[in-house]
């Protein structure tokens, strides 16, 4: 595999992330970020509870043609599993990623806080533990120290089988844990965010009962409500979790790269409907606080439609869009191809 060209954030570049998100990136003069360990560890009930959310999801995927051969998927099942994709794949991109982790733009306070639960509904963790390790993976992106970088294990054959294996799930049963003080302390002074972070077990029910709830009264039977809980509730979750993953393992070991970064993040187009634009990974390290990620001719970024719609109401301002001075700084593409108005 050929790898990207290497790109050093500059200390004015650091020092913006730094201050647009809060996190604490201890940059070198020359640009390299050292590797520390984390102060917090993953408890024996964590590992066990994230296992059995990592394993039903996957265990519910055997069973669904046959369980759909035998009972049946109605219109009811395909729309609540669509909505609830929906709103927590978004509630993700949007929120967990674009809005708390980068700063890409400021929301009023109600729309802080639909983001919040809607990114929780998708059962990825609370905000903060969430923002926590992905501001840990910009800080070390592909270098010692990364929390979840396929190429923890090199580039031989079986170096990057089970380095693709780690990037996508293994990371999650890792002992030690992202400082949350050190990487999230604006969060954590975030009386919001506190609080919707202590009533994460809240967000997992509803996330999971609602779907069954919606699908037993639309059909008025319990047969709804049980195709529902399956398709709706844990198919769906288990296509979030695995999407998601897929930007931390995939995006970082194939795609393209007309943009330059200090890692191998590239861009998958067969990965942006599904992920919300956010496989339009190669720009997104090469500007993380950008608010559109798919800045290319024909890039769809539904995460960026709806915060430019978000916009227009007047919810949210100061949103990062691309500059085009800025995109033409990093580029390593032919100029022919136009970045997106």
């Not at 580039?155 to 050190?182: C, N, R, Y």
């Not at 890039?299 to 915060?307: E, F, G, L, T």
């Amino acid at each position: 595999m050929t790898a990207t060209p290497d790109i050093k954030y500059t200390a004015a570049e650091l020092a913006e992330e730094q201050a647009l998100t809060g996190q604490a990136y201890a940059a070198r003069e020359d640009g390299n970020v050292p590797m520390f360990n984390g102060e917090d560890k993953q408890t024996l009930a964590e590992r066990i509870t994230v296992g059995i959310f990592v394993g039903v999801p996957l265990v519910a995927v055997l069973f669904a043609i046959p369980f759909a051969w035998g009972w049946g998927i109605g219109w009811s099942d395909i729309a609540l599993s669509i909505i609830f994709f929906a709103i927590t794949a978004h509630g993700i991109t949007i929120g967990y990623h674009r809005l708390f982790t980068h700063g890409s733009f400021k929301p009023n306070r109600g729309v802080k806080i639909a983001l919040a639960i809607a990114g929780s509904l998708a059962i990825e963790g609370p905000v903060a533990r969430w923002v926590a390790d992905h501001r840990k993976h910009h800080a070390f992106s592909d270098q010692d120290g990364d929390p979840h970088s396929p190429w923890r294990y090199g580039d031989s054959t079986i170096g990057l089988i089970k380095g693709f294996l780690f990037a996508h799930m293994g990371w999650l049963f890792d002992v030690e844990q992202t400082p949350i003080s050190k990487y999230a302390p604006d969060l954590i002074k975030d009386k919001d965010i506190a609080r919707i972070s202590r009533l994460f077990p809240l967000w997992v029910a509803v996330s999971l009962i609602s779907p069954a709830v919606l699908g037993g009264l639309l059909t008025w039977s319990w047969h709804g409500a049980v195709t529902a809980f399956f398709w709706a509730s844990i198919i769906r979750v288990g296509m979030v979790h695995h999407v998601t993953w897929s930007i931390n393992s995939v995006c970082h070991v194939w795609g393209k790269h007309p943009f330059m970064t200090r890692d191998r993040a590239g861009n998958v187009a067969w990965l942006a409907i599904l992920s919300g634009g956010e496989s339009w990974h190669n720009l997104h390290h090469s500007d993380p606080t950008c608010a559109r990620h798919g800045v290319l001719r024909g890039q769809i970024d539904s995460s960026a439609r709806i915060i430019e719609l978000l916009e227009w109401f007047g919810w949210v301002s100061d949103v990062r869009w691309p500059k085009p001075e800025r995109l033409e700084a990093r580029r390593v593409a032919p100029r022919g191809e136009n970045a997106a108005a």
